[in-house]
């Protein structure tokens, strides 16, 4: 191989490996996140007219982003998360490290949960958050069960150690499942 | 041997301070952030023990300086021809081993009275733990901000603020620094030398400002991306303007009167700030940045780098990464005329 | 030629037709393989000496051009050429890639380059595992800045202080990263240390007893020793907070809350610290006694002593780790201690300082460009020196830690202490590397820039650190006035930039169109100079027997020579550790591709392991195949290759059969 291809080879290579590690490593202190605007067009109801609309996948980004996770898991702690969902384990609220979603595992469901708010005591933090601030906790509450890359989850954080670390986390596939009679609203 | 200890240091302080009047103003950039203004007991002792150094330091260096440059004016020049001398004459192998012998003597000498100076200095400025009733504070360092708390024996009487310190000349104060992150640093040059804060090492530091005046102060050891802004401001004034500080501190604001006050203190109330900070008489108490109830009069935001005007008020609240990126604080979106109530809110809380 | 000083007509072995006869059969053995596959195989130490320092010299141009920027960025306030965390990622890899990828390798290469050469032996003790370390150096270096522009460089300080670098702040792989690049680069440092050390202790020619061996030697012996009581402090270090950090690992090391301490890294990280910078000095101050010796024309003044404050250097080095701490809640008692151990190191230092001084005094000069280095040298690592005695005052230090001022102190001792020596050094032996002389001219104006470059951008940092300017700060307000002195600096910091751009244009018309060099240009009087410029693949047809210090300079008309060790595959003469009496013949490894392979596999099994712990065991069992492949077959052809001398003796003095009784005894 000559001078020249060998040189072109190498940064060939350093530019594949920059595609891929690129966005674990972002530091994007003003990136723009998923529009919250379409968050709010979820269908609350499977009838429709005609034939059934796809259901737009929404991917949050932060999902790769180690700096974005590292954000919400300090969202967590700040907001009080713990207060009802301790580390995960939940206690006055459910669980977030097991498989088991009452509203729903995609990225735009658990937005909708923080911003919205659910009955019997979640509160609606929408305005009092910022949009991106929300994607973060929503990236992060995935983590914990999980479900996001292990190299750009969170490591131990600097505690007594209550629980596994979100990057030694095995993938808790998330379960449909029903609403508990406590979640129902009133009929 | 203490008496002659003393006689010296007293000798050399006098040159010292002599000296520096005549070097100091050479060297001093600004009279607020400074180790070499000094306006604090400590920090006083700490610039005459670097005097002491600076000018025994500085002699040595001219000896070897001079040595050299007669070495290289008065040695023949010569070609990588000349003979090699394998064999030099015995008596000036001698008398140079003689000479240096003296040389290492006098370094001996002078070390070790740089070394029992430094440790005299350093158990002076320790001192301070032993006063009575010093004013007790207790520094929380965060990423990237101050925490100050004022701690009273009637735990009802505490102040909270962030990023300033307001102290009465004079009295010594005792600070207890944590951090509930990563190290900082806690300095302030004019006052005395710096003391990291340590997660889960609570360290007691005891100081005194014995200058009236305002200085600043800033974060010593590298702390993440806004390290370079996390500062504080250090006013020292009279026992009588603290005490009508703290007691003004102590006053919750009452409820604001105004319509557009009322406006803003609403859209304060409903929007993200209430999340994370906290105005006392409000039902706004957030712990993860700075208390606001007396924040307007402070005179710097942002962790002392950012002047405490309307208009940097807009641009920190609407756009806070573009000043500090890196920190906590989201960008916020609001409507001219919010910010406008919002603002005027913020400015009222004196 | 190589056979200076020889009396043919004595001798019946040493004929004319003889040595041409050896001299081809040693060509043809020791030739180093040529094209670019054969190139990767090679394991000359001389090869892989200047492959290493030339490594080393782009690390430092690469490292250098951060610096300038971090300049640029300083120059004024709220400055926005670089934002925060590119500043950090910045300051971080110019401080990583200079002390890690620079400064300690180019010492260990001039080493690797120089030690056999002056001691009189062919080839280093382990030539592949010499050759192993280039690479895993040269994979460390290679890793740490592609992790830079590919923005996972780190970002946290090359100190990395925990929690900062922690699991829990320190966000991503960056760390990791830098930690296995550490470790990495700390695995090289070793290799070279044990091959200097051996090769000093095992292969010296005889009659070159351990108080006969250049100070040079001295200085790269005592270094290796100190690596290899540091280094591992620093892996250990990395290790652990790889481990704190890792998937599926996540221990608690550094975690006060399960029974850690972030204090301990900050100990473990200095212990292997402090020593470093010694490991980067004291191999300079080789340096400085190798050219006032020849250019001073005379021999040093104080042997005995310097070798000495070396060794004392190298131990009280080791005592003065807690002065990075000072501020650190730590017992004030116990931090008093290393004030007074902080300023003993001085002594030791001095000593050297006047033993130059009068080595300089009493000497003729001859003044070329190595000997101005070193007069720079002195004029700056002195103020390095004295500054340093301030920050050893816990008092005072409580003022001037993490400020500017420590910055100006470290690139004072650094840049005067190790940089200055090395351009010198450079200098003094490109014409023995390469064949040619560096311009003097180009020298001169080189030095001029550099010396003026340097002390524009850091004297004016002992300033800003006194007015409260802390470090690693990636701009400042207006309202501090610290302006001006930075903007001094970024002008200095660019004449420093073009100091070393004359000194590489230097080198590379010198390589062209320098004036040819004979053997010993200088009138040296290390062995090296008794060889030809650049020394042949086996360095010396007959090795020496020495018979002075100065060998050169003291070798007589019919000095002896050692003959009779084989031609027909890599055999050197191994000496006693003391008295350097020849003991027995050893045979070396040739050219091999395993060594690259081997640091493949290593380089691959750290860096996977900043990912996954299952790069461990994989790595184990690749590592296991080459070893294999490493030790199957000798590429000496399955003969043993320690021999020993009755039943193949050597030959020393014109001739006479040498027996091993007699060897010990005679020299």
């Known amino acids: ?187 | 041997m203490k008496k002659t200890g003393n006689f010296n240091r007293k000798i050399l302080g006098m040159l010292a301070a002599l000296a520096s009047f005549i070097f100091a103003p050479a060297c001093r950039l600004n009279d607020k952030q400074s180790a070499l203004e000094s306006a604090g007991i400590q920090a006083d002792r700490l610039e005459s023990l670097w005097w002491l150094f600076f000018y025994v330091c500085a002699v040595v260096y001219v000896i070897v300086m001079i040595v050299l440059l007669a070495a290289i004016l008065k040695t023949r020049k010569v070609t990588e021809q000349a003979a090699p001398d394998v064999k030099p004459d015995e008596r000036g192998e001698r008398t140079a081993a003689n000479i240096i012998k003296g040389a290492v003597a006098i370094t001996v000498i002078t070390l070790f009275v740089l070394m029992l100076s430094s440790f005299r200095t350093g158990s002076a400025i320790n001192d301070l733990q032993n006063s009575p009733e010093p004013l007790s504070l207790k520094i929380t360092g965060s990423q990237f901000w101050w925490n100050v708390t004022y701690v009273d024996t009637v735990p009802s009487n505490n102040i909270q603020t962030a990023n300033e310190l307001h102290l009465p000349v004079g009295r010594p104060v005792k600070v207890e620094l944590t951090s509930t992150d990563v190290i900082h640093s806690f300095w302030m040059p004019n006052i005395h030398g710096k003391k990291d804060l340590v997660p889960n090492y609570p360290t007691t530091f005891y100081f005194r400002p014995d200058t009236v005046g305002t200085y600043t102060g800033q974060c010593a050891e590298f702390c993440g991306y806004q390290h370079a802004k996390m500062r504080f401001n250090v006013v020292v004034e009279t026992e009588d303007q603290f005490e009508s500080w703290m007691a003004a501190q102590r006053q919750t604001p009452p409820p604001p009167s105004d319509p557009l006050l009322q406006k803003g203190q609403q859209i304060f109330l409903t929007s993200t700030c209430v999340t994370c900070h906290a105005i006392q008489g409000t039902p706004a108490n957030g712990q993860v940045g700075p208390n606001l109830t007396h924040v307007a009069g402070r005179p710097f935001i942002a962790a002392g780098s950012l002047p405490n005007t309307d208009e940097n008020l807009r641009s920190w609240i609407t756009d806070p990464q573009k000043i500090k990126p890196g920190i906590k604080m989201p960008m916020n979106t609001f409507s001219d005329e919010d910010l406008n109530a919002l603002v005027a809110y913020i400015e009222s809380l004196k | ?667």
């Open chain 3, 1 to 667: 030629m190589a056979d200076k000083g020889l009396d043919k007509k004595q001798s019946a072995i040493l004929t004319v037709e003889n040595l041409e006869q050896e001299r081809i059969e040693l060509e043809k053995t020791w030739a180093n393989p040529t094209g670019f596959f054969g190139q990767l195989t090679s394991v000359d130490h001389k090869v892989i000496g200047l492959r290493t320092i030339i490594t080393a010299f782009i690390f430092f141009a690469m490292a250098g051009v951060l610096a300038l920027f971090m300049r640029l960025q300083l120059m004024r306030p709220e400055n926005d050429i670089l934002g925060p965390d590119l500043y950090n990622q910045f300051f971080t890899t110019h401080g990583t890639a200079m002390m890690f990828l620079f400064a300690v390798p180019v010492m260990e290469g001039m080493g690797i380059y120089l030690v056999p050469l002056m001691v009189g032996t062919r080839n280093v003790a382990f030539p592949r595992m010499n050759a192993c370390g280039y690479y895993i150096y040269l994979f460390a270096g290679i890793l740490l800045f592609s992790a830079l522009f590919l923005n996972i460089g780190p970002d946290m300080g090359w100190f990395a202080y925990v929690p900062l670098s922690g699991p829990e702040y320190g966000v991503g792989k960056r760390v990791d990263l830098w930690s296995q690049m550490v470790s990495l680069t700390e695995i090289a440092a070793l290799i070279g240390a044990v091959e200097i050390i051996v090769t000093v202790l095992k292969q010296k020619a005889p009659g070159m007893s351990l108080n006969r061996i250049p100070l040079f030697v001295w200085a790269m012996v005592v270094t290796s020793f100190m690596i290899i009581f540091a280094m591992p402090a620093v892996m250990l270090a990395s290790s652990l907070l790889s481990m704190d950090r890792l998937t599926n690992v996540s221990t608690h090391f550094f975690n006060h809350a399960e029974g850690g301490d972030p204090i301990l890294w900050q100990h473990l990280f200095w212990f292997f610290g402090h020593p470093e910078v010694y490991i980067i000095f004291i191999p300079a101050t080789g340096f400085v006694s190798a050219i006032i010796t020849t250019f001073a024309r005379r021999k040093t003044f104080g042997y005995t002593a310097l070798v000495l404050t070396m060794i004392a250097t190298g131990f009280i080095g080791f005592g003065v780790w807690v002065h990075h701490m000072f501020a650190t809640p730590l017992p004030q008692l116990g931090q008093s201690i290393f004030t007074a151990s902080s300023m003993l190191i001085v002594i030791p230092n001095g000593v050297q300082i006047f033993c130059w001084l009068a080595t300089l005094w009493m000497g003729k000069w001859n003044l070329k460009t190595p000997l101005i280095f070193v007069l720079g040298f002195f004029a700056i690592f002195v103020m390095g020196g004295l500054t340093g005695v301030m920050l050893a005052s816990v008092p005072l230090d409580l003022q001037l830690h993490d400020t500017f001022f420590v910055v100006a102190h470290f690139h004072y001792v650094l840049i005067g202490g190790a940089v200055f020596p090395i351009f010198g050094a450079i200098y003094y032996w490109f014409p023995k590397f390469y064949g040619r002389m560096l311009n003097e001219a180009a020298g001169t104006i080189n030095f001029v820039l550099l010396f003026v470059g340097f002390n524009l951008v850091f004297f004016p940092m002992h300033i800003l650190g006194l007015n409260g300017m802390p470090r690693r700060v990636y701009t400042y307000i207006e309202g501090t006035n610290w302006g001006d002195l930075n903007f001094l600096a970024t002008m200095g910091a660019f004449t420093m930039g073009i100091a070393v751009l004359v000194f590489i244009g230097n080198v590379i018309y010198s390589l062209r169109a320098g004036t040819i060099a004979g053997p010993n240009p200088w009138g040296a009087d290390t062995l090296e100079w008794s060889t030809d410029s650049p020394p042949p693949p086996y360095n010396y047809q007959n090795i020496r027997v020495v018979q002075g210090r100065h060998a050169v300079w003291e070798m007589t008309e019919d000095a002896p020579v050692v003959t009779g060790l084989h031609t027909k595959f890599h055999e050197v003469l191994c000496t006693t550790i003391h008295d350097a009496a020849p003991e027995h013949r050893y045979q070396l490894a040739g050219p091999s591709i395993v060594p690259l392979l081997l640091a493949i596999v290593t380089s691959a099994t750290f860096i996977g392991f900043a990912f996954t712990p299952w790069a461990i065991p994989a790595g184990m069992v690749f590592s296991a195949i080459v070893f294999f492949a490493w030790f199957w077959s000798n590429s000496t052809g399955h003969r043993p290759p320690y021999s020993p001398l009755k039943d193949n003796p050597i030959y020393v003095e014109h001739g006479r059969k040498v027996t091993e009784k007699e060897a010990v005894s005679e020299i």
């Open chain 1, 1 to 187: 191989m000559n001078g020249r291809h060998r040189h072109l080879l190498f940064l060939l290579t350093f530019i594949a490996f920059g595609a891929w590690s690129c966005e674990r490593e972002e530091r994007g202190f003003r990136v723009k996140t998923p529009d919250a605007n379409r968050v709010q067009t979820i269908q609350l109801s499977t009838l429709q007219p005609g034939a059934a609309s796809p259901t737009p996948v929404l991917v949050n980004e932060y999902e790769h982003n180690a700096l974005a996770l590292s954000q919400g898991k300090q969202l967590f702690q700040q907001m009080n998360c713990v207060g009802c969902h301790a580390n995960g384990g939940g206690g006055i609220g459910p669980a977030l490290m097991d498989a088991k979603w009452i509203y729903g595992a995609q990225p735009e469901q658990i937005f909708a949960t923080v911003t919205q708010g659910r009955p019997n005591g979640m509160p609606a933090f929408g305005g009092k958050l910022a949009d991106y601030q929300v994607w973060q906790l929503a990236a992060y509450v995935r983590s914990m069960s999980g479900n996001v890359p292990k190299d750009a989850a969170p490591g131990r954080n600097d505690d007594m150690q209550i629980k596994e670390p979100e990057n030694s986390k095995d993938r808790e596939k998330p379960e449909n499942s029903t609403l508990p009679k406590s979640a129902e609203g009133p009929q």
